[in-house]
């Protein structure tokens, strides 16, 4: 009888947070996110309205089980096997520009779609009939295809498509190739030892082979522009998270900070700091960044440096924003170690990243968020996200004179702040 409850309690506890959210959307004047071509792309909840923010997950998360548990443990396991389908025909819409061809306003017939994109009519419905399964077009009269909000985006939203690009068409292959990678070298941590290396046939790491491709390289950096700009990875909880404030008139070396954006954000908040900023001469250019804002160029300095090279500069504090989850740890501790020479008694690692949550202790989209990028950085760089126990034991492993302080993650980020301090 408790499989009964549980479907009883889902149920309610969906009643509840949808009534919450719905409450307050009227309150606000607002609408709900929507599949009509014209309606919300997104859900306008901020995550300042602490708690229609929370019921929503609350209810992402609630939805979710009840969807499981109403398909069965057997049932369920069927459909997770199938479901690289939806990669098939989300590839095949953004491969034949399938948005681009479909008007904004009204339809078009599937044979005129055909015609224009030049796919066979059979294999182009059977791809976005499919699609539609994913609210991905719709056929508003028999034979006829109109956008919905969802393929709308794919038309509008460049670092999205940019995104649904990179994953069902540069990352395909690599993916079908993990096993296979795993098979080949068992507990690998380089860069050139993935499936990427083994889908594409090469012996190059993912970032220098990403450079061999100027659209590929292009995509990529738009992809990440999408991704950053998720719910939970903004700029301002580096800002805020950490007390910056705290370190008085301090140098900061923020390392691997390409052209510095958010060394200018920190800054501009805690007048008090000054901040070098390290890269290596590669993504100097390739940053789109020009240079620093001329009310901080007396506190804020671009400089070129590999911090897999020892470090000169004497500072209170290294900065690493979004690196260490890119690297094995044989490179992290490499990267830790290049320190030590430049190192006073006293002097902070602050480390802005991620961090896997321990099991069963985060919502359900924190966790599947975690858990999936935690794939893709073996697909792509043979690195991983890192449990709190990992970085403090990353940080002895380095050199017994680090000592881990803390990990916390600020209210409402994705990203967490890990702090250890060089005793010297």
């Given at each position: ?28 004047g ?6 009509d ?8 909840i ?56 479909v ?35 719709h ?26 690009g ?66 939970g ?21 923020d ?20 901040f ?24 804020v ?7 897999f ?35 006073k ?37 043979n ?11 990353l ?30």
């Open positions: 009888m408790s499989s009964l409850k549980r479907i009883t309690a889902l149920s309610d506890e969906i009643s509840k947070n949808s009534k919450t959210v719905t409450d307050y959307l009227s309150e606000k607002l609408e709900a996110a929507s599949f071509v014209d309606g919300l792309a997104e859900f306008p901020n995550p300042s309205d602490e708690e229609a923010f929370k019921a929503r997950l609350a209810l992402i998360a609630a939805t979710r089980e009840l969807h499981d548990l109403s398909l069965g443990p057997k049932e369920g396991l069927r459909y997770l096997a199938w479901d690289s389908a939806n990669q098939l025909s989300l590839q095949a819409v953004y491969e034949f520009k399938l948005a681009e061809a008007p904004l306003s009204g339809s078009i017939s599937y044979q005129d779609l055909s015609e224009k994109v030049n796919v066979p009519m059979l294999n182009l419905r059977r791809v976005i009939r499919h699609a539609m399964t994913n609210h991905i077009f056929e508003p009269e028999k034979g006829f295809v109109a956008h919905t909000r969802t393929s709308r985006l794919l038309l509008e939203d460049l670092p999205l498509s940019s995104w649904v990179f994953m069902t068409n540069d990352l395909w292959l690599p993916i079908a190739n993990v096993v296979k990678a795993m098979k080949k070298w068992p507990g690998s941590g380089e860069s050139n030892e993935t499936s990427v290396n083994l889908a594409y046939g090469t012996d190059t790491n993912w970032f220098d082979w990403l450079q061999e491709d100027k659209d590929l390289a292009k995509r990529y950096g738009l992809a990440m522009q999408a991704h950053g700009g998720g719910e990875f903004a700029i301002s909880h580096t800002v805020n998270g950490y007390p910056w404030g705290e370190l008085g008139e301090a140098t900061v070396v390392m691997g900070g390409s052209q510095g954006y958010v060394s200018f954000a920190i800054a501009e908040q805690f007048p008090k700091l000054n070098i900023v390290q890269d290596t001469a590669g993504m100097r250019v390739s940053s789109t960044i020009a240079k620093v804002p001329e009310h901080l160029t007396d506190r300095q671009l400089t070129t440096h590999d911090f090279t020892p470090q000169t500069v004497d500072a209170q504090v290294y900065f690493f924003r979004w690196i260490f989850h890119g690297f094995s740890e044989k490179y992290c501790i490499k990267i830790l170690q290049a320190l030590t020479p430049a190192l008694t006293g002097a902070k690692i602050v480390i802005n990243d991620g961090t896997l949550p321990e099991p069963g202790t985060a919502g359900y989209v924190e966790e599947k968020s975690m858990r999936t990028m935690d794939l893709f950085m073996q697909i792509t760089v690195a991983r996200e890192r449990e709190v126990d990992d970085w403090a034991e940080f002895k492993q380095a050199d017994e004179r680090y000592k881990f302080l803390k990990a916390w993650k600020p209210e409402k980020s994705r990203m967490w702040f890990i702090e250890a301090e060089w005793t010297g």
